[in-house]
């Protein structure tokens, strides 16, 4: 993985070398990738990026070096928000509408990356537990690249997505019990199997793809980031690479030590990041059986709470839940008035966004960005129809 010279873990601080297969640190903690940015940085400007290819492989000098497993993932459009940032009197809204990714979500992302980095190491079989988006975007990227996919998914994951891991010829292992179970079940099976692990921060190169969404949005916004970003987090990934790619572009010379308030948006039914950050612990606690209909958010035990915890506190932002009938109306107000078809993940950062202007947190002068991370039309059985 040339470009990339070691990684270390964001935990413990831990450096590894470069190594094709690697998972994470001794102790638990996720690993980043480290690049020799002295070196690239001089003819890696913003500036030379305009006639690139229009996926998150434009961004190469920052991504391992392989050859890439492509399905025009990345390069999402950013949209200003006007008839949604009316009646919450904020003039500068945008939605990043990662819905436009290959099998609707932003999984697509980390997918990209790491099947390129994994079969260029030679693995030949994959497996993950994911609440469903992930598994989707697995199946179609190992298909691709023509490589197994094996799927570890709860009992209760939306009969779209079961559907669609099963028609990009993923294998599919439904397991009772939230997403904490499918884990603990494929680790189990694991050992038989030799299957590589590309589950959720047991491999450094899905961050890698998701930290595309940071690149793309100082492109788009000029390298003026903007005040406030509001994630729907779950596991963590995608809030966490948006973090990873502003240190890294802070060393590039893309954007100065300004950081955006990051906000961290669950629902109401599974909201162990909001428990904790009330009550200002440093990790979160695990939480009974999550309930929403926000599938992605259904993660009662997130592996880096810790970290997420201190990235939004660092950053100065905040962490709100949000009730599923907040997000049904969220998900109205951005299909009726902004004609974007959001996932109840998506839908829920607009229903934060309006907690947030109500207790007075976000000020109309500030520039707003909220993460549509999913597409609206998988999830039409749990939205329901429209009123
Ligand atoms: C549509 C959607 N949005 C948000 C998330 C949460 O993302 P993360 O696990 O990176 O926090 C997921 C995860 O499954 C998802 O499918």
């Given at each position: 993985m040339a470009g990339i010279i070691s990684f270390h873990c964001a935990r413990c601080g831990r450096e590894r070398a470069s190594a094709p297969a690697l998972t994470t640190c001794q102790c638990g903690g996720p690993l980043w990738a480290d690049y020799d940015i002295e070196t690239v940085r001089d003819g890696f400007r913003m500036e030379s990026l305009a006639g690139r290819d229009q996926d998150l492989w434009r961004y190469r000098e920052m991504l391992p070096r392989c050859e890439p497993v492509r399905l025009g993932e990345g390069f999402t459009p950013l949209l200003k928000a006007c008839r949604a940032g009316k009646p919450l009197g904020l003039p500068n809204l945008w939605i990043k509408d990662e819905s436009r990714n290959p099998t609707g979500t932003f999984k697509a992302r980390g997918s990209s990356v790491a099947v390129s980095a994994a079969r260029a190491a030679g693995v030949k079989a994959l497996a993950i537990a994911s609440a469903g988006n992930a598994a989707a975007s697995l199946s179609a990227y190992a298909a691709r690249a023509g490589l197994e996919a094996h799927c570890y998914v709860p009992d209760d994951t939306p009969r779209i997505v079961l559907e669609e891991v099963k028609a990009y010829g993923g294998r599919l292992y439904l397991v009772e019990g939230p997403l904490s179970e499918a884990g603990k079940k494929l680790r189990a099976d694991l050992p038989e199997h030799g299957w590589f692990d590309i589950s959720t921060?047991?491999?450094?190169?899905r961050l890698e793809g998701k930290k595309t969404m940071g690149y793309e949005l100082a492109e788009q916004m000029a390298g003026n980031l903007p005040d406030w970003i509001l994630y729907p987090t779950g596991g963590g990934m995608g809030l966490m690479g948006l973090w990873k790619s502003f240190g890294e572009m802070e060393k590039l010379g893309w954007i100065d030590a300004r950081r955006p308030r990051m906000v961290a948006v669950q629902a109401s039914g599974c909201a162990p990041l909001v428990q904790a950050f009330e009550k200002g612990a440093k990790e979160a606690s695990p939480w009974g059986r999550p309930d929403t209909i926000a599938v992605g958010l259904?993660?009662?035990?997130?592996?880096v709470s810790d970290l997420l915890l201190k990235i939004l506190r660092e950053s100065g932002g905040s962490a709100v839940a949000v009730e599923d009938g907040e997000i049904r109306r969220a998900s109205l107000t951005l299909s009726r008035q902004e004609g974007i078809g959001a996932s109840p993940e998506g839908a829920a950062t607009l229903a934060a966004l309006q907690i947030l202007r109500e207790r007075g947190d976000v000020r109309e002068s500030e520039r707003v960005v909220l993460f549509n991370t999913g597409w609206g039309g998988k999830y039409v059985d749990s939205l329901g129809p429209p009123e």
């Open positions: 921060f047991r491999e450094p190169f259904r993660v009662p035990v997130c592996a």
